[in-house]
């Protein structure tokens, strides 16, 4: 059924498009506010409510006074985005999402303008706001400003690196103080950043394969590093899955040849109907914790099973023998 | 009696905030100085770049250090190397910043070999009169020794100028790696005479065969050994033997230490030692261009992973040299000791580059690799083979190139 808004005057509408919002009727409050701007177009609480941005004697949809913000920062009219559009903006952020999408405007036009102590103060707040992993990205671009407060990165090595090597064209940056306002320079750094951040994750790579706890953490640090610098951690992701899978297919396999001894052993002893049905369920209980360990290992090499060898291969094969051992203890177990 | 006191309270109040004021006043116009120096660096103006940052680096601080090293970079960068060390040392006397001291070191060590690099170059020529009394063999044996080193030889300068020469050579090659501790050998070097002295107490060993290094494990003790040869077949002192075969083989045994038995890749190990030569051998890399052009080159993949160069040996050595140099002029000093350290711990060399390089892993990244590789032994090939046909034309004789160390 089409609604239509009544006549009256602009608060009264109002009114009733908060009272239609209060009651859900989320998508007839912002239709009533629409009209109420053809009224009024000035109408605070109404703008307010609509998330509008007043720009240039102009008003705007959030999102459309987000992309004139990014044409201003690329077209470097920073006192004009910092002093006009961008507090605008973030007085009508009222979702999370927003506040952060404000924030790293604001973060950017000041390390464009020099500002850098107070974009670093920015992206600590933003940090704080904002869920893992992207709170990772800020905390490092905040940390990387408060270190450097004049704008000035020290870079060791050439960036990108493929650059380097490879002689691909392109811009690239020598080793030696860059600026934090170059968004390569800034990208270079954050990759530094993220190459601490996993350092020691990479040290303890040896030691995750065996320990599950320094597994997990180690996952973690590489998931921080890449929040930081996408995909930075990829070759050590797959040397840690390959480690920890072929640490838990050992085990299986250790635990294989015990569960093989204990087989062995059934037929030497004699035992009664009961006690027999008891040991064969707990055979089966074992064999199902050996399995558990092959489809963990499984599971952990899954997603870089291209560059693990055979590894998947001997980890498929091995559950496949395992499936065989349990329909035969399985028939046993029915027979008896 | 009120009026008295209202003057020096509003000053005692004014004060803190003027100072501040004041403070992040200098503190701005010193952040300002810097951006533009930068930009400035950035853009190729050094003299602009010193200009700009010469306020900051007198105003002293921490603030100073940081325009020093943007000096310090414009100079190097200008070619004023000796004025570059003065700023180096300048920013590394006056930060707080560990990095920032440690980078300064750091550069200003390189441009002073740089400096030592270009007064002294290396020819790798030994004069008519030093190569007329290393030849001489004497009946005795004559012995010298330096902490690493022990020398057994025919001919007492020979004896010495091995011992000390062969000590810097180890230290070179075995930090050169990348190693951390001192090299825990002491290794044995003996030389004979001629090749007749040589193949009675060296090793079995092709006929072409002169020098070889070796580890003997005698009674559970590791003894490194080299055996050289004093002579050429013409009976004259071999003029290769200091530059090219003494490092060469010493890097083998440093490879061999560093990396344990086995475990160094064989293109690497023999990359390695020939670039330790002094003076190398251009017609390596000729034939290294030579085979891509004909299409006759063993595929990246291959090079990395063969144990022994089973198809034509001569091309698998030059492929070997052609590849670690190529790695070794694309990667700074300290992504190259990464790159044999994540070899060394047995990481595939396609992760191995890509991680040295600090670039994410991509499996097109090798193929990408091969073929920058591969069009850059093309080009070196086809410039030394004009530089040789130049300086024949020219009737000259033929010389190696001083080549890579």
């Known amino acids: ?134 709170c990772h990205k800020y905390a490092a671009m905040a940390e990387l400003l408060t270190e450097n407060p004049d704008g000035m990165y020290l870079l060791a090595e050439p960036y990108p690196g493929a650059a380097a090597i490879l002689g691909q064209g392109g811009r690239h940056l020598v080793p030696g103080p860059v600026s934090l ?13 993220a190459a601490e951040a996993m350092a020691e994750a990479i040290k303890a790579i040896t030691k995750a394969a065996r320990n599950p706890q320094v597994f997990v953490a180690a996952q973690k640090a590489f998931d921080k590093a890449d929040a930081i610098y996408p995909n930075i951690s990829r070759s050590y992701r797959i040397e840690l899955a390959a480690a920890r899978a072929a640490e838990l297919r050992g085990q299986a396999q250790l635990d294989l040849k015990a569960f093989n001894h204990a087989v062995e052993a059934l037929g030497q002893t004699a035992m009664d109907a009961g006690a027999y049905h008891g040991m064969l369920v707990g055979l089966l209980t074992a064999l199902e914790g050996i399995a558990a360990k092959l489809v963990q290992a499984s599971e952990i090499i899954k997603p870089h099973a291209k560059e693990a060898g055979d590894l998947p291969g001997q980890i498929a094969r091995d559950l496949s023998g395992l499936e065989n051992i349990r329909s035969t203890l399985k028939a046993e177990l029915h027979d008896k | ?94 930060s707080s910043s560990k990095t920032i001291r440690d980078y300064a070191f750091d550069r200003a060590l390189t441009v002073r070999k740089e400096i030592r690099t270009r007064l002294k170059p290396e020819t790798g020529e030994i004069p008519q009169d030093a190569a007329k009394r290393l030849a001489k063999v004497e009946q005795v044996f004559h012995f010298a020794s330096a902490p690493n080193i022990f020398v057994r030889a025919r001919n007492p300068e020979l004896a010495r100028v091995i011992a000390s020469r062969a000590q810097i050579l180890l230290e070179k090659a075995w930090y050169g790696l990348g190693a951390e501790i001192k090299y825990p050998h002491q290794i044995r070097i003996f030389v ?82 020939m670039m330790a030569e002094k003076a190398g051998d251009p017609s390596r890399q000729i034939l290294a261009g030579q085979s891509f052009m004909a299409d006759d080159a063993t595929g990246i993949n291959d090079l990395v992973s063969q144990e022994m160069p089973l198809r034509k040996p001569e091309l698998f050595y030059s492929l070997s040299y052609s590849l670690v140099e190529f790695l070794h002029s694309r990667m700074s000093s300290a992504q190259f000791k990464a790159f044999l350290n994540h070899i060394r711990t047995g990481c595939p060399f396609s992760h191995a580059v890509q991680r040295a390089m600090g670039i994410s892993y991509e499996e097109g990244f090798i193929a990408l690799l091969a073929e920058t590789w591969k069009k850059h032994s093309m080009q070196q090939s086809a410039l030394l083979q004009a530089v040789q046909q130049a300086v024949q034309s020219a009737g000259k004789p033929d010389k190696p190139d001083a080549g890579k160390p």
């Open chain 2, 192 to 273: 004979h005479a001629d090749r007749h002295e040589y193949a009675a107490a060296a090793p079995p060993s092709p006929d072409w065969s002169c020098a070889t290094a070796r580890v003997d494990n005698i009674d559970g003790k590791l003894i490194p050994r080299i055996d050289l040869t004093q002579l050429d077949e013409n009976g004259q002192f071999d003029s290769r033997l200091l530059d090219r075969i003494l490092p060469h083989e010493l890097c083998h045994l440093a490879v061999s230490e560093y990396f344990g038995p086995d475990r160094c890749p064989l293109f690497l190990t023999e990359g390695l030692a």
């Open chain 1, 181 to 193: 306002k170059d968004n390569l320079a800034m990208e270079a750094s954050l990759h530094d950043k």
């Open chain 1, 1 to 134: 059924m089409k609604r239509s808004v009544p006549a009256g005057n602009a608060d009264e509408l109002f009114a009733l498009a908060l009272q239609a919002d209060a009651t859900g009727c989320k998508s007839l409050a912002y239709m009533i506010c629409l009209q109420i701007t053809a009224i009024e177009p000035s109408h605070p609480g109404v703008r307010r409510f609509l998330n509008h941005v007043r720009f240039d004697s102009r008003w705007m949809t959030f999102d459309e006074a987000v992309a004139k913000a990014e044409t201003l920062l690329e077209s470097g009219r920073l006192e004009l985005l910092l002093g006009r559009l961008l507090p605008e903006l973030m007085a009508q952020s009222d979702t999370t999402a927003r506040r952060l999408a404000v924030g790293n405007l604001t973060g950017r036009a000041q390390i464009q303008s020099g500002q850098f102590a107070a974009a670093g103060k920015i992206y600590a707040d933003m940090s704080a706001m904002a869920p893992a992993p992207a």
């Open chain 2, 1 to 94: 009696m009120i009026n008295r006191y209202i003057i020096p309270a509003v000053l005692l109040i004014a004060a803190p905030v003027a100072i501040t004021v004041a403070a992040e006043s200098r503190s701005d116009k010193s952040v300002e100085l810097i951006q533009k120096a930068l930009a400035l660096l950035e853009s190729g103006n050094e003299n602009a770049a010193q200009q700009a940052a010469m306020p900051a680096a007198n105003a002293g601080g921490e603030q100073g250090a940081r325009a020093w090293l943007i000096i310090a970079t414009a100079r190097y960068r200008l070619g004023e190397l000796e004025s570059a060390i003065e700023a180096y040392d300048l920013c590394r006397k006056t």
